[in-house]
């Protein structure tokens, strides 16, 4: 690599499916250990292992339905407490003298809502002063600490954002992401075996990927990269190929947008993702004030990674709507405390991001004509900034997401 050898710190994150086993463990503790070879100074950056966030979170509910949120984050912070204790060890026994910190220990200063803190502040003093002794730091993703002193947690995925935060402090080269695909996909490649990769993506592009719900990076964390200028690249855990670099020119003018060519103009997505079971609710009411309470109310027993998009009209009366993922029977729990509540469950919603329209009526037409080919009925549009949801009843078939992207997404 070219960079200065003035500064190499090299901030990389890897995420929990990317952390899965032990032996995985030490997989990476090899890859760190390379990586230092070649003359980094690493900060490592290490979500839950596995679905370990999952299963606590399931624990906490299953003995409080309604658990006390600041016990709540003193319990998903373990989490990442547990991965970066045993990479440290592990990086120990690759013979990369490594130390671990909380959020907390790097003085990651949060606000104090708990459970969705966002990072105010990063100190960093003892990450830099273990740098300059030598040492590899291992530092548990996804908290922070209040200024009451209190344990907060970022919110799902939040270990992106600790690692921009830091890469931010410490002034690195740049932010790795590493994770169990090849980058920024224009689908899953799973379910879409033509997926492409991106190579390039400017923060915009970015930005509208994260904020359309299809979890490749944390929302805050690329607007916090965006802000401060951390130049991302996105790629897999498990080889080496260079992923996509956001934030950095890119060598050709990027896919995504509307192609100049008079004539040529057509919606021209980045990415499309598909979530199911999904329900969408919506409540309507007169009574102004009280919404925010029972939308906020609404949301904790959801739980914050459930929402996948919300809406809110005010006039005379305050329309609610929102998508949100029901796995675990959440949307079940909720119709029983709030009767009012229109829920319609077992969704699918197709999300196709980026790719500004002049017009959502033509894509609007364009992709009914589509569904209709694939003998679709019953479809719903929703446009939400840069992002356009289509919501279909019941579990679909891959090959209409492949149809889909075919069509939208492919030159
Ligand atoms: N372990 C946390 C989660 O699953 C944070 C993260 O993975 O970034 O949401
Ligand atoms: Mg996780």
């Known amino acids: 690599m070219s960079e200065p050898a003035a500064n190499r710190i090299l901030v990389r994150k890897y995420g929990g499916s990317s952390l899965s086993t032990t032996e995985r463990l030490l997989e990476v503790a090899r890859d760190v250990r390379l990586a230092r ?25 299953r003995t409080n339905p309604n658990p006390p949120r600041r016990e709540l984050d003193m319990l998903l912070s373990v989490g990442e407490r547990i991965t970066m204790s ?9 013979g990369c003298p490594a130390i671990s910190f909380t959020g907390s220990q790097c003085g990651i200063i949060t606000d104090g809502s708990h459970t969705d803190a966002r990072i105010l502040e990063v100190k960093g003093d003892r990450v830099r002063e273990a740098l300059d002794r030598g040492l590899t730091v291992v530092v548990a993703g996804f908290q922070g600490v209040s200024r009451d002193r209190e344990i907060t947690t970022l919110g799902r995925g939040g270990s992106d954002t ?21 980058g920024v996909m224009t689908a899953d490649p799973t379910l879409v075996p033509e997926a492409e990769r991106h190579e390039h993506l ?36 498990f080889h080496a190929d260079p992923g996509t670099r956001v934030g950095e020119k890119p060598a050709r003018a990027p896919s995504g947008s509307i192609s100049p060519t008079p004539g040529r103009e057509r919606y021209r997505p980045l990415t499309v993702h598909s979530a199911f079971p999904v329900a969408r609710m919506r409540l309507c009411t007169a009574d102004a004030g009280g ?52 829920v319609g469950e077992n969704l699918t919603v197709v999300s196709f991001a980026g790719g500004r329209p002049d017009t959502w009526l033509a894509v609007q037409r364009d992709l009914a004509l589509r569904l209709e080919d694939l003998g679709q009925t019953g479809a719903r549009f929703r446009a939400e900034g840069s992002t356009l949801h289509l919501i279909l009843p019941g579990p679909q078939d891959p090959q209409v997401i492949r149809a889909l992207h075919g069509h939208f997404l492919v030159e």
């Not at 070879?37 to 290490?46: A, P, T």
């Not at 600790?162 to 090849?182: P, S, Y």
Request: include cysteine; charged fraction near 25%; glycine fraction near 6%.
């Open 162 to 182: 600790t690692a921009v935060a830091l890469a931010a402090a410490l002034g690195a080269v740049r932010c790795e992401i590493l994770k169990d695909v090849d």
């Open 291 to 342: 919404f925010r309470d029972t939308r906020d109310r609404l949301l904790t027993l959801l739980d914050p990674c459930a929402l996948v998009a919300e809406w809110l009209d005010s006039g005379d009366e305050f329309r609610w709507e929102a998508l949100v993922h029901s796995r675990n029977g959440s949307a079940a729990d909720v119709r029983t405390e709030f009767p009012d509540l229109m």
């Open 86 to 94: 045993l990479l440290s060890m592990a990086l120990d026994r690759e």
């Open 37 to 61: 070879e070649e003359g980094y100074s690493m900060v490592v950056v290490v979500s839950a292992m596995g679905s370990t966030t999952d299963e606590l979170a399931t624990m906490a509910r």
């Open 202 to 237: 400017d923060w915009v592009q970015m930005q509208d990927i994260a904020s359309s719900g299809c979890g490749v990076v944390h929302v805050r964390a690329v607007e916090y990269a965006a802000a401060r200028g951390v130049p991302l690249v996105v790629r897999s855990s």
